[in-house]
């Protein structure tokens, strides 16, 4: 079992900035692999960012959904199993539920919320104009 726990949700108004954090633990045969996700009501939820790191462990490849790019960095600090989301620039568009969430090697780096078994509980961003 990995426990996957986030922070750092915060209200803020547009144009402003958030760091997201993210904790893995538990269980060391599995879930070295994080990536962020973020859900508005109603809508499915969206991979945002992913780091694969299977081929470098200190840096690992990095995968941003086109709606954040230039805006959104992922970060990762593997040996710790911790995961980092740094949104500049937000807009209210960027509001939303964000959650962590943790998978094998075998889909390191994908931004498809069904390839991940372990998933925080979410924390929230709300962007106000």
């Known amino acids: 079992q990995v426990d996957v726990v986030e922070s750092g949700g915060d209200s803020v108004q547009a144009g402003g900035s958030v760091r997201l954090s993210c904790a893995a633990s538990g269980s060391t045969r599995s879930g070295h692999c994080m990536a962020w996700f973020r859900q508005v009501p109603g809508k499915a939820r969206e991979g945002v960012a992913a780091v694969d790191i299977t081929l470098d462990r200190e840096n690992g490849r990095k995968y941003i959904a086109p709606s954040v790019v230039g805006r959104f960095t992922v970060s990762q600090d593997s040996a710790e199993r911790k995961l980092y989301l740094q949104m500049n620039d937000v807009k209210p568009e960027d509001s939303g539920m964000y959650f962590c969430?943790?998978?094998?090697?075998?889909?390191?780096?994908?931004?498809?919320?069904?390839?991940?078994?372990?998933w925080g509980q979410g924390t929230q961003v709300t962007v106000s104009t």
């Open positions: 969430a943790a998978t094998g090697w075998r889909y390191c780096g994908s931004l498809e919320e069904e390839r991940y078994t372990y």
